[in-house]
């Protein structure tokens, strides 16, 4: 395993390059990982005067990143800290904690921070494995794509049957399985060997990912618009009516900015007048435009997978209509 990174002193000492690779061996449970399915990248974000970095991490791989935090968007779960301001991280000292606790004497307002992190690929740069005799669909897209198996992490994939093919129907937030797949996309094989079943992947993820730490499946995606549309439907229709899964997740700045209000509402002592009503009037309403007062719920996956979204035409207009209007009415006229 080769790294190039740099510390407070330049280059990483024998110890501290030690430290680093035991860090990333410790993440995928002493499992040798190929330089080639990771990146070795930094990110940055200014941090304000005691505030917090607000990261869920375990053993230094990140878990969740909360909606408030400075990293939002920049860390992603599965990120392995190695470095925070060119200093090794390190459980006994120099613990990120300790090392903030330096800037909030050093700076009295805002501060630039800096990590230099492990991140698994979510795809492999070789070509595709198809199990024997596997023919292409015409409208599909085939890649490889990885499976890392990381401590603390759980799997989180929720798999379904279709026309004796195995798509991913959803994936748990934070979960190895968000790293790597898509709603939708169709798990064609695992190493080269072909899935028909979703017991049989739940096996070959398995006995992939404890042998080496990871896993290179080959997956489908439509990149046709009937294909999209027809994978869309199929998803739709695949769920149990009976299940009390519930995929739709409140994001967390959503829950709280709902709990400010309900705390608002509790000191009202009037009932507040109402957004959605409208004065009656003798003047005949326009039936051309009519807007439902009900709110109604529809199960649509909050992960969905934009691959899957289809453009929409172009408005019509009375400019873009005027050669059919023409030619139907030559029609009539005839």
Same mark, same amino acid.
């Given at each position: 395993?080769?790294?190039?990174?740099?510390?407070?002193?330049?280059?990483?000492?024998?110890?501290?390059?030690?430290?680093?690779?035991?860090?990333?061996?410790?993440? &995928?449970?002493?499992?040798?990982?190929?330089?080639?399915?990771?990146?070795?990248?930094?990110?940055?974000?200014?941090?304000?005067?005691?505030?917090?970095?607000?990261?869920?991490?375990?053993? *230094?791989?990140?878990? =969740?990143?909360?909606?408030?935090?400075?990293?939002?968007?920049?860390?992603?779960?599965?990120?392995? %800290?190695?470095?925070?301001?060119?200093?090794?991280?390190?459980?006994?000292?120099?613990?990120?904690?300790?090392?903030?606790?330096?800037?909030?004497?050093?700076?009295?307002?805002?501060?630039?921070?800096? +990590?230099?992190?492990?991140?698994?690929?979510?795809?492999?740069?070789?070509?595709?494995? *198809?199990?024997?005799? +596997?023919?292409?669909?015409?409208? &599909?897209?085939?890649? @490889?794509?990885?499976? +890392?198996?990381?401590?603390?992490?759980?799997?989180?994939?929720?798999?379904?049957?279709?026309?004796?093919?195995?798509?991913?129907?959803?994936?748990?937030?934070?979960?190895?399985?968000?790293? !790597?797949?898509?709603?939708?996309?169709?798990?064609?094989?695992?190493?080269?060997?072909?899935? #028909?079943?979703?017991?049989?992947?739940?096996? %070959? %993820?398995?006995?992939?990912?404890? @042998?080496?730490? &990871?896993?290179?499946?080959?997956?489908?995606?439509?990149?046709?618009?009937?294909?999209?549309?027809?994978?869309?439907?199929?998803?739709?229709?695949?769920?149990?009516?009976?299940?009390? *899964?519930?995929?739709?997740?409140?994001?967390?700045?959503? $829950?709280?900015?709902?709990? $400010?209000?309900?705390?608002?509402?509790?000191?009202?002592?009037?009932?507040?007048? @109402?957004?959605?009503?409208?004065?009656? !009037?003798? =003047?005949?309403?326009?039936?051309?435009?009519?807007?439902?007062?009900?709110?109604?719920?529809?199960?649509?996956?909050?992960?969905?997978?934009?691959?899957? &979204?289809?453009? %929409?035409?172009? #408005?019509?207009?009375?400019?873009?209509?005027? #050669?059919?209007?023409?030619?139907?009415?030559?029609?009539?006229?005839?």
């Amino acid at each position: 395993m080769s790294l190039r990174l740099k510390t407070m002193t330049g280059e990483p000492d024998l110890v501290e390059h030690q430290v680093i690779k035991q860090r990333i061996l410790d993440a &995928f449970e002493e499992k040798l990982i190929p330089m080639e399915h990771l990146d070795i990248i930094s990110v940055q974000a200014s941090l304000k005067r005691l505030e917090g970095l607000s990261l869920g991490t375990k053993r *230094f791989v990140v878990s =969740s990143t909360h909606y408030d935090s400075p990293f939002q968007g920049k860390l992603k779960t599965g990120d392995i %800290l190695l470095t925070l301001n060119n200093t090794t991280l390190n459980d006994m000292i120099n613990h990120p904690r300790d090392i903030l606790s330096k800037l909030y004497e050093k700076h009295m307002d805002k501060y630039p921070i800096t +990590f230099s992190i492990c991140r698994p690929k979510r795809k492999c740069k070789k070509p595709p494995l *198809f199990p024997k005799g +596997f023919q292409k669909t015409e409208g &599909f897209d085939y890649e @490889s794509k990885i499976l +890392f198996k990381l401590r603390g992490i759980k799997m989180g994939l929720d798999a379904k049957e279709i026309d004796k093919k195995v798509y991913v129907y959803h994936t748990v937030e934070n979960t190895l399985a968000s790293m !790597t797949f898509s709603v939708g996309e169709c798990i064609v094989a695992v190493e080269g060997e072909g899935v #028909a079943s979703c017991g049989q992947l739940g096996k %070959l %993820l398995k006995r992939a990912t404890d @042998s080496k730490g &990871f896993v290179i499946c080959t997956v489908e995606t439509p990149v046709e618009d009937r294909m999209k549309n027809y994978i869309r439907v199929k998803l739709g229709a695949a769920k149990d009516p009976a299940s009390k *899964f519930v995929p739709v997740r409140i994001p967390e700045d959503v $829950q709280a900015l709902a709990k $400010q209000a309900v705390e608002i509402l509790k000191n009202v002592k009037e009932e507040p007048t @109402s957004i959605m009503t409208v004065k009656k !009037t003798k =003047s005949k309403r326009d039936k051309s435009l009519v807007m439902s007062e009900k709110v109604v719920e529809t199960d649509i996956l909050s992960e969905w997978n934009s691959c899957l &979204f289809v453009k %929409l035409p172009p #408005a019509k207009t009375l400019e873009s209509e005027a #050669a059919a209007r023409a030619a139907l009415s030559a029609m009539k006229n005839q």
